[in-house]
Structure formats: structure tokens, C-alpha cells
């Protein structure tokens, strides 16, 4: 065994040379922990000073740059050691400086968000944090800019003749930009641009609790019933133009002009889809045939791992199931007499070559002519037929955590907004189970 290598003057570190065309190591007789490394291609020396930083078990080595003599060298070990005393470790790199509108700007080109979550960055976040370094931006900074935004007005226009704007409270507007910054904090953390547990948002408290502000449309049963008949009389022209060989469906005059375009097959269909499945929106639109698994019955979509989904699958993906019911059967049946060769997409778009890409609009026509108002002047969106299928999960008895595995929710608490309509599923489940134990009991007398 090589007995340890040494030196004590400058004399003998200009001596030292490296053994055996390695890299060498020596260490200082009089510094505890001061070494020098001799390189075997060029001879150069270097000091290193092995220590145990604050916080840990083992010992690291790390060089000190910019010293040239043993003297020096001795008196920079000597300040690190008292630092270290201290708990502080002045050789730690610092954290990169990222500010956050490098991180929005990664966010941009890699998460590639909606308009108007990219607008509400430009607008209303970059101009104030977005040249402050990530990591020093504090809470009680966010805290006072989104009191700043709630106490804020905005002006609208009540009509084209009217010069005077009405002025608004905005604190919606300000519980959305906060609800935006969070997420982008989180991607940030997820991305390992900021340190883990550091987002300055998560403990700032909203103007307006979400599942208050939540929109509920109640749906009526004869608002069903008029919104079935009205699918079935624009499905039943489509299919017939289908037959004939039109993909497009409109109306035409006595002369052969078109005085109307209707809804096509695929963009009906898809309304059915949405009301059967319960599914968003662009997971319906998207969808392809690859993903139902006939063998299986089920329709599948993948998600990220921060999704807590039905079946886990490798590098960290999860799948949403949704079973192929006798109604979602008879659906994809008419899907697949429409079906357009080359298109892997069930729902294809105008262009035959993609998949559909809006329905907004068809929803919206659909909806007027099946009178789907409220006297309050409600009427529901596209995504309100999700929550139908919430509504009649819970009507049907199924617990949060079942509701929330069904829709793809990410916690319980997405599934609490249902709670209210399984009331009348409870006290029937109650009022078996008190039966059942009166069935038990001897009769009193």
C-alpha cells in the first residue's frame, strides 16, 4: 500500500510530480484538508480542499480557483473553514439566475398554452415579474399585485351609441391571473428551473372560491328530451345526404342554389359522443381508432403521470377508460359507415385529411332550436354536458373517488362539485340499509 503523499513548503510542492502517468493527489502536512492535484499531461498544480459540507455525511473535494501559491492557498482554506463554522458554504455554486420570463418563454415553446392564458401572461404578469429572477419573487409580492388587480376596474361599453364606459370590479380577473402564475410556477418546478416546494403562490388566498364560482346548469329532463329530438331530426338529414354521396348537408332552393348549410355527420355524432361519454372536448375531437380497443371494450386515452387515472402504464403515463356501452356501440357502428379511408381520426374535419376541429358553433344552433334557455337567461355551454355526466354519476350513487377516476379528475375535490346531486342516491342507499337491519331485528312487541 503507497504511503500518503506530502508536502510542508513551497519547496516541496514545486518538487512534486506526478507518479505513473496519473493524475496525483498530495495533501498538506500543516492544513488539515488541503491538497494539491498534479496533472499527468501537463504538471499543473492544483489546490483542492476536501470538506464536509453543512448538512452532510460525506466529504467532497472541490478546487479553489484563482490560487496560485501554498500561502495563499492556506489563508483561503483557513476563511472557507470558519464559513463553514457558520453553516454557510462559499464554495456552492449559486443557483442559476432564470428569470421568470425565460420560464415563460419556455413555457410557450414547450407547453404550448392557450391564447388567452398566453395573453394574460403578456398582459398582466411579464410586465411586472418578468425580468425579476424566479426563485427571489416572494409572496407578499404576489399577495399585493393581486389585491392591486381585485381593487382594479375595468370599463365596457354598455352599447355602440354610448360614450360612458360602466366600470366593473374585477377581482375574477384577478383570481384567473393568480390561478395562471401558479401553474406556470409548478411547470417551472416540474422542469427543474426552479428549486422543488418554492412556488410563492400556494398559500395566496383566492377572491372567489372555485367551486362557488363554478357554473352548474341544471338540466331539466324535458330540456333532454327536446335537445334528443333535435339530434335526432339533423342526424337522420346528414345520414341521408351521406347515402347520396354529399359530405356536405345544406339546404337548397327551387333553382339547386344552397340557401342553408346544416351540421355534418361527424359534427352531430361527436355532440352524442360528448352527452354518452362524458369526455372534454378535444379528447372527443382528437380521438382515433387506434384508441378503441374493441377486443377489450373500452376506449382508451393516455395522460401524464400527475393525472391519478384508472390503469397505470410505463414512463410515467396513465390511461383514461371508458367502456364501450350499448348507446356508445350503436354511435361507433354509424362512425364506421362514415368512416373516410386514410383518415386514422373518427371524427374527420371539412378537409377529409384531419380530425374535427370545432363544434362550438353547431352546439350553439343545436341549442337555440331545442330552446335550452333559462328564464334567468341561462344556457349551457359544451363543456356542461360534462358535467351532465357528473350530474348522473352522482345521481347514480357512485362515491367521489369513483366519480373522479371516471372523468379523469386529478383530485377528489374536482369530483366534490357533484355532491349536491346525490342526495336522492344516498337516502335511497340509507333507506335499503335500514331495512335491511329492521329485516335483522326480532319485531318489537
Given at each position: 500500500m503507497r504511503?500518503?503523499?506530502k508536502f510542508s513548503t513551497e519547496a516541496d510542492l514545486a518538487k512534486l510530480k506526478a507518479i505513473d502517468d496519473k493524475d496525483t493527489i498530495y495533501s498538506d502536512a500543516k492544513t488539515q484538508g488541503l491538497k494539491v492535484r498534479v496533472s499527468s499531461r501537463s504538471g499543473r498544480k492544483t489546490f483542492l480542499l476536501e470538506y464536509r459540507p453543512p448538512g452532510q455525511r460525506s466529504a467532497t473535494k472541490r478546487s479553489l480557483d484563482g490560487v496560485e501559491t501554498l500561502k495563499d492557498a492556506r489563508s483561503k482554506a483557513l476563511e472557507i473553514k470558519a464559513s463553514l463554522l457558520q453553516g454557510?458554504?462559499?464554495?456552492v455554486p449559486p443557483p442559476p439566475k432564470i428569470t421568470l420570463g425565460f420560464i415563460a418563454e419556455q413555457y410557450k415553446r414547450i407547453k404550448k398554452p392557450t391564447y388567452e392564458t398566453w395573453r394574460c401572461l403578456e398582459k398582466r404578469v411579464l410586465p411586472i415579474f418578468g425580468s425579476r429572477v424566479a426563485s427571489s419573487i416572494r409572496a407578499f409580492e404576489i399577495s399585493a399585485w393581486h389585491a392591486g388587480m381585485t381593487k382594479a376596474v375595468r370599463s365596457k361599453e354598455k352599447g355602440k351609441a354610448s360614450t360612458i364606459p360602466a366600470q366593473i370590479p374585477a377581482p375574477h380577473v384577478a383570481d384567473k391571473a393568480i390561478d395562471i402564475l401558479k401553474a406556470l410556477f409548478n411547470w417551472a418546478e416540474?422542469?427543474?428551473?426552479?428549486?422543488?416546494h418554492t412556488n410563492p403562490c400556494e398559500f395566496i388566498d383566492r377572491n372567489f372560491s372555485q367551486l362557488d364560482t363554478e357554473r352548474h346548469y341544471e338540466w331539466e329532463d324535458d330540456e333532454l328530451v327536446r335537445l334528443g329530438s333535435v339530434l335526432n331530426r339533423y342526424q337522420t338529414i346528414a345520414q341521408n345526404a351521406h347515402l347520396a354521396g354529399s359530405f356536405g348537408v345544406s339546404l337548397r332552393n327551387a333553382d339547386g342554389s344552397i340557401c342553408e348549410h346544416l351540421p355534418s355527420i361527424w359534427s352531430i355524432l361527436a355532440i352524442r359522443f360528448l352527452v354518452i361519454t362524458g369526455v372534454r372536448k378535444n379528447e372527443a375531437?382528437?380521438?382515433?381508432?387506434?384508441?378503441?380497443?374493441?377486443?377489450r371494450q373500452v376506449i382508451e386515452w393516455l395522460r401524464n403521470s400527475r393525472r391519478k387515472e384508472t390503469k397505470a402504464l410505463g414512463r410515467g403515463q396513465r390511461a383514461m377508460l371508458r367502456a364501450i356501452t350499448e348507446p356508445l356501440e350503436e354511435i361507433l357502428r354509424i362512425l364506421k359507415t362514415v368512416r373516410v379511408v386514410g383518415n386514422p381520426h373518427v371524427f374527420v374535419g371539412a378537409d377529409r385529411r384531419g380530425h374535427l376541429k370545432e363544434i362550438t358553433r353547431v352546439w350553439y344552433r343545436i341549442r337555440d332550436e331545442a330552446k335550452l334557455t333559462k328564464p334567468s337567461g341561462e344556457r349551457p355551454r359544451i363543456h356542461d354536458l360534462r358535467h351532465f355526466y357528473g350530474q348522473m354519476a352522482a345521481e347514480?350513487?357512485?362515491?367521489?373517488?369513483?366519480?373522479?377516476?371516471?372523468?379523469?379528475h386529478s383530485t377528489t375535490l374536482m369530483s366534490a362539485r357533484y355532491s349536491k346531486y346525490d342526495r336522492e342516491a344516498r337516502s335511497i342507499m340509507a333507506e335499503a340499509v335500514a331495512n335491511r337491519i329492521v329485516s335483522k331485528l326480532p319485531p318489537s312487541s
Open positions: 504511503a500518503q503523499l454557510a458554504d462559499p464554495l416540474r422542469q427543474e428551473l426552479m428549486p422543488r375531437l382528437k380521438l382515433r381508432w387506434d384508441q378503441i380497443k374493441e377486443d347514480a350513487g357512485m362515491h367521489e373517488k369513483q366519480i373522479m377516476a371516471l372523468m379523469g
